[in-house]
């Protein structure tokens, strides 16, 4: 019985008898796990040749997860193939783990009564997830032809603000009253078949059934059947109200180590319980996206079509143009300047490189400190942050700017070089101040400072930059 | 009792009796919960004041994570106080919370001995995670004075890799044998108090000690007491090689929900256990790590002293400065026709700005999609995604070189207006080329595809985009 586990094979496989030398390298770079290459070639195949068994043995031997993979790494028309012919026999998870794009693609080819039996068969917040983001129509189509009961549960998660704790909690838990004891529960949790399938607390709720406390499993499990929930439970527990924003629940989970947390209603009544492997997801999300925002770049939309893709990218070429545009303003303004001394043109981009490049580092590190909460917009630590980010500042400029100086005074003599040292040193302890200033004030006043943060940030070092470097070009050069 | 469980009671404060309206509007834009700015100047009036009482306080009131997070909010010398204060009634795990600046600092104020004290106290994996940050005169000098048992356990800990799944891994664990009933296993939890605090699964296993299934504790506990285990256990399950990186460990948990897995020695005997606690820290640290990469910012050095930010930023500014060297001298290469056409000095940062965003979105999209394995470098979707992304770029390149073409032949004439429109559609195509091509080339020959593709794709962007302005103005406008 001990083969059944898996083991990872491929660091015992044989050199001869493998697949080719090409495979193996690939598989060593790559995870024990997941959908292999030679998975989604044999799909590949099978869908080429028709071959519906093949498909069905693939459908039954991927874990969801991996199947949605699989998906994803056909060509639409081969995706179109594999639904058709495996839409009754798929996992409903599957659903939850493709990429929206993909998963708009596939609920398409299957019918509302097909989808509605996928959807009650899945936990609340998955339900939701994938409601939520059908169009009205069909979303109305898909609700009528689920079972009442389940329906009347996903409609109510479907009231919950998008990106709330509402809309991540399981409705399904455990909630025992407080004058149980272990025995008591562990024959409720016996007789009752209609329970989650997995959980990890017991919530102890009084008689208004608000959540008073939590008692692991593993506690429960290691005490006699006489012992008091009460005795052993959690009272520091969180709850999280149903309208808390996800990015402050994965604070709290990601802060307090949690496993699971309940969720109440704003009478603090029991509603529902989050479950750690939910937020996993979002703390993801979170941190992808304060960084996406400083480089400039929307969500990463992969399985997206080109001409969408396309689309979703003007935004931050068009912010790109408009900071590129004042930044040629500035420079159209020295024009005469630079008609007469032509290395100005060689040198200018070096000055705003360096200021952008400083500029970035200061507000990366800022607006991931706010987003993790080291650093609050006003905390009694802000002016010594600010402080030291511009001392940093400060010693990177003189740095550089005396390699870069003397470099510059070796190809193009001293004046231009002390010129171009004196534009990198104001523009890169500028850098310091607009890098630690945006991001504080515009989190002072409720805007995520993530949102293009960097753009704006960018745009100030090469207009300074240029300006500094040109303006003072004017002033000593001519 | 209901009062007990913390409630939001910030929504529910009537305006006239709570703090000033300054704090207030503070609270209401941070979490519930984490360690409030109110607390932080508590703290520092008690520093200030030498109130001792006051300090000890804290430390009883709160969670570990957020008395950390206090500490970190103080300067050094309030810190130093502080510490020195309450060393004695330290919560061990607070260390693991400290950020690993700020964590040196605080062992350095306290003896081997009271280190040896809290690293005993603390799960293995937690143990190991503050031991291996030291140096190694000190490392020695704490494992001397930790007992014995403990110390073997925590050694042997730290042979295994840096960033492995052996240094995840939490020692403690249920391992029952597999001809068990739930009965048996339900006794033997309630005899044996050498257990760990919180578990989720039973680790069945055959005699040779290897993992052959997990009992979720929720099964167990639903099951009646003859019920046996092998009947009830997830063969399913994921196990994971002690040597396998974090990196990897991360990805099984997120593609497969996972709650907890199994550890294994190289002959696949059980050795530990990973919670998914221990990996959202991973999965956090490894989404932002490749976007830091991208832009060209090392680790969030929020903690570290001034002069060894300055330093550790030293390494891209080094980068940024010899690229746009590279660039000055394709310039350079031009001054003759610069001279004749100052205009050129005047747009050429637009053809390069438009180029690197549009790169930076490419790369930043390919870069994700390769971490998330939603493409596999050797993968059979690779191309279609490559024609893809240069489709994108093309379409994005027409439109922007357009408008842009069409505004700058009214500013400064036809001539240059078609050059520049030309010199933006092939930056921008090259940027879709680049962008997809480096990433993966990059991760064909096993290179982290995240660290330094950003600054290495903008160079090629800057230098293609002066290269082809420039030059088609020197073939054409002279």
């Given amino acids: 019985m001990s083969s059944e586990a898996p083991q990872p094979d491929l660091e015992r496989r044989p050199d001869g008898e493998g697949p080719t030398s090409d495979e193996v390298k690939l598989s060593e770079t790559e995870a024990l796990y ?15 040749e028709g071959d519906l068994a093949q498909i069905e043995k693939l459908v039954d031997e991927l874990h969801p997860a991996d199947f949605a993979d699989l998906l994803q790494a056909l060509t639409p028309d081969e995706r179109r193939f594999v639904i058709k012919v495996c839409r009754h026999i798929l996992e409903p998870e599957t659903l939850n ?25 899945l936990e609340t917040d998955d339900a939701v997830d994938i409601l939520e983001d059908l169009d009205e129509a069909e979303k109305q ?42 025995g008591e529960a562990i024959d409720y949790l016996r007789a009752n078949q209609d329970l989650p399938d997995d959980f990890y607390d017991l919530f102890v709720v009084d008689p208004m059934h608000k959540p008073i406390g939590a008692v692991p499993l593993s506690r429960a499990m290691r005490n006699k059947r006489i012992v008091k929930l009460e005795d052993l439970m959690h009272t520091e527990f969180r709850v999280v109200p149903a309208t808390m924003d996800q990015e402050s629940v994965a604070y ?64 931050w070429l068009v912010v790109t143009l408009c900071n590129s545009a004042i930044a040629s303003t500035v420079i159209s303004q020295f024009e005469a300047t630079i ?10 981009p070096i000055v705003a490189a360096m200021g952008g490049n400083a500029g970035v580092q200061v507000i990366t590190v800022m607006v991931r400190a706010l987003a993790t909460r080291d650093l609050q917009p006003r905390g ?42 004196a534009a990198m040193v104001f523009n890169m302890i500028w850098a310091g101040i ?24 960018t745009t100030t070092t090469d207009v300074f930059g240029f300006f500094s470097f040109l303006g003072l070009a004017t002033l000593f050069l001519l």
């Fill in 380 to 421: 009694s630590n802000v002016w010594r942050v600010v402080g030291k980010e511009i001392a940093v500042a400060a010693i990177n400029a003189a740095v550089f700017a005396l390699v870069m100086g003397t470099v510059t005074s070796f190809f193009f003599g001293l004046p231009i070089g002390l010129v171009l040292g």
């Fill in 252 to 315: 709290l989970f990601r802060q307090y180590g949690l496993m699971s947390a309940p969720v109440v209603d704003d009478a603090g009544r029991l509603l529902g319980v989050i479950t750690v492997d939910d937020v996993v997801h979002v703390i993801e999300e979170e941190a992808e996206e304060d960084l996406l925002g400083i480089v400039g770049v929307s969500e990463t939309d992969f399985h997206a079509p080109a001409l969408e893709t396309a689309w979703r990218r003007v935004r």
């Fill in 434 to 457: 607009a890098g630690t200033l945006i991001p504080l004030t515009l989190a002072r006043f409720g805007i995520d400072p993530a949102i293009g943060a960097g753009p704006f940030l």
């Fill in 97 to 121: 783990y493709l990429d929206e794009v993909v998963r708009d693609e596939v609920i398409g080819l299957m019918s509302p009564g097909e989808v509605a039996q996928a959807v009650s068969e």
């Fill in 339 to 348: 008609e007469q001394i032509v290395a100005l043109a060689i040198l200018m």
């Fill in 34 to 48: 997941g959908v292999s290459p030679e998975a989604v070639a044999r799909a590949r195949r099978a869908v080429g």
């Fill in 141 to 182: 189509r898909v609700l009528r032809a689920i079972p009442a009961a389940d329906r009347a549960v996903i409609e109510q998660g479907l009231t919950y603000p998008e990106d709330s704790a509402g809309r991540l909690m399981q409705r399904d838990l455990v909630a025992v009253p407080q004058h149980w004891t272990v």
